[in-house]
């Protein structure tokens, strides 16, 4: 049934979607702030906090194709609503052992975690980002676009230092604090209403499955977008680094690194903001190549910091560069592509974010483990720079592109 076509239908369930992000990413990222600190805190190695990242890439490696080709054929809603309802559970099992065993679960029980929640997070990532154009007038989308990347960074500033405070009075507090997040989110999710029509339903089949990498392989601007941002993420990254910052070089404790956490999102939220209202028009491409540029000599600045304040400074211009390369290469993705292909090419997307963010605290904690953590931080923000220059003789089509 097509959903009614009055912009307060939309704008609210634009609102009630917008919400449910928030809390999505609320949960993900408290949960992230227990686990990092809790694995350093069992271990003492930085190996580890990058296995983690591992953990939670390899499962959306291995379901990128079929969690695709599920949000084009199924209800996107419904897709998301159990992935964040099964990441509520594994909350609740955290949860339950953290009350058992007070501050020190198991390792490994802390490694299945991970992998559960990359799992989850394969599947609701893709239905999530094709779902937002169902809910929009089209002459809207870009303007939804970087409201909705508002809700991530929101979401981003709030949860890691609620989490990280929480943690200060139990870990149990912050597993609690996750599973209510994602319970919000799958309230908010169902109670969108009827929605526009879905897509046609595509077969689940390996051919159907695959047309997602084939469309971004043909887009050639589209594929040098990702990947500038795949490799650039991968090797500055310092996200895994943080509880190493936060324990030993800044001496901040579990609220420091709630902060740390934070910071990048309230960049990228102020840049979210601002190209909300004011859209990028021209030099789309070279302003992205010099936002990632930006976001390498940020990691640098990070890396040799001892100072809270100027740490925090660092990683602000870090989130706000990264979050104009965000915008740059999704908006493309979800205005240009059909709707029919959009969980697929989704899926493809968020598996180079993910392979940006998660393989890249793995890359940070075992270069870390052989360097420390200001030699992996340090090389992060020097390998960034070396992949812009590369990425400007690859694709200067992408370089000279005027509008996104």
Excluded: K
């Excluded at 979607?17 to 600190?37: E, H, K, P």
């Excluded at 923000?381 to 370089?399: K, Q, S, Y």
């Amino acid at each position: 049934m097509q959903a009614p076509l009055s912009p307060l239908w939309r704008q609210r369930a634009f609102v009630a979607f917008w919400c449910g992000r928030v809390a999505l990413t609320a949960g993900y990222q408290i949960v992230s702030v227990a686990i990092g600190w809790q694995i350093y805190a069992i271990s003492g190695s930085a190996f580890d906090l990058g296995l983690v990242g591992l953990l939670q890439f390899l499962p959306r490696l291995a379901l990128v194709l079929p969690a695709g080709a599920l949000a084009d054929h199924a209800d996107r809603r419904a897709i998301a609503a159990v992935s964040m309802t099964l990441q509520a559970g594994v909350a609740l099992v955290l949860l339950a052992a953290s009350v058992h065993w007070g501050l020190q679960p198991s390792r490994a029980l802390i490694f299945a975690a991970s992998a559960a929640i990359g799992a989850c997070r394969a599947f609701d990532t893709p239905a999530l980002q094709a779902l937002l154009p169902q809910l929009v007038a089209p002459q809207q989308q870009a303007q939804a676009i970087a409201l909705s990347s508002s809700s991530v960074q929101t979401a981003t500033i709030v949860a890691p230092a609620l989490a990280g405070f929480a943690y200060a009075l139990g870990a149990g507090w912050t597993y609690a604090l996750n599973a209510a997040a994602d319970v919000a989110g799958v309230a908010l999710l169902l109670g969108l209403g009827t929605l526009a029509a879905s897509p046609r339903r595509t077969p689940m089949t390996l051919r159907a499955m695959l047309d997602g990498v084939r469309y971004i392989r043909a887009e050639r601007d589209v594929l040098g977008a990702i990947s500038l941002d795949l490799f650039a993420v991968l090797l500055g990254g310092a996200t895994a680094l943080l509880p190493i910052y936060a324990r030993d070089v800044l001496h901040a404790g579990p609220a420091g690194l709630g902060l740390l956490r934070a910071a990048p999102a309230v960049g990228a939220l102020l840049t979210a903001a601002w190209l909300a209202h004011h859209p990028l028009r021209r030099s789309a491409g070279r302003v992205m190549f010099g936002a990632v540029a930006l976001f390498g000599a940020a990691t640098l600045v990070f890396a040799f910091s001892r100072e809270l304040a100027l740490s925090l400074l660092a990683l602000v211009v870090l989130g706000a560069a990264d979050n104009v390369s965000v915008v740059i290469r999704g908006t493309p993705v979800q205005l240009h592509t059909p709707d029919a292909l959009r969980g697929r090419v989704n899926a493809v997307n968020s598996l180079f974010i993910g392979a940006s963010n998660q393989l890249g605290e793995f890359e940070s904690g075992l270069t870390a483990a052989m360097f420390g953590a200001v030699g992996a931080a340090a090389l992060g923000g020097i390998g960034t720079l070396l992949v812009v220059a590369l990425w400007m003789r690859w694709f200067p089509e992408l370089w000279r592109r005027e509008s996104i």
